[in-house]
């Protein structure tokens, strides 16, 4: 582990970062699996009227993942004692939440393994029928809609006999009529 200190307006002597060293020591377990270097410690000391405040930032691994815990109390090293008991429960609770997150893993592969594999139905299409358009004799729209309606078609394509060109003419939901121009001359 790699320690930084800072003290403001507080000397940070070497027994007091020797003591902070012995303390993460005692964390070491937790930190199972990493290089010394991959943990870096920031100390901050402050002196705050009648106590002191004791922050701690220690950043873990290559991603430099933070963990920031702080604490005060009237002694310095209660105050230490109290910041690593804080880092030592986070440390305990992510390294459980971790266990937790691979057994999830784990069961969900396990049951991958033994479920069998659920094969999707294949839903046929609709077969399409093809019929022939009989367009009789060229209309006007007016013929073209007394016509939709007599045979209670949706739609019904004619050739306009002013243009010459096939439309299609539908009902509407709001029962209105709708023309469509195709541009296609017969």
Known sequence: MKFNFVGQDVEVTDAIKSYVEKKFSRLERLFKGLLPEEIEVHVAIKKERAEYRVEVDIFV????????????DPDLYAAIDKVIDEIEKNLVKEKEKIKAERREARKEKMQMKVAP?????????PKVEEEKLV????????????????????????IDIRTGELC???????GNYGVIRTGCKS
Do not use: C, N, S, T
């Not at 009789?136 to 729209?141: A, E, H, I």
């Open 117 to 125: 594999e659920i094969v999707p139905e294949v839903q046929e299409r």
């Open 135 to 158: 367009v009789d004799k060229p209309m006007d729209v007016e013929d073209a809609i007394f016509e939709l309606e007599e045979q209670h078609l949706h739609f019904l394509p004619f």
């Open 61 to 72: 691994g290559q991603k430099g993942e933070k963990i920031h815990v702080w604490d005060a």
């Open 168 to 174: 299609i003419l539908y009902k509407k939901k709001a």
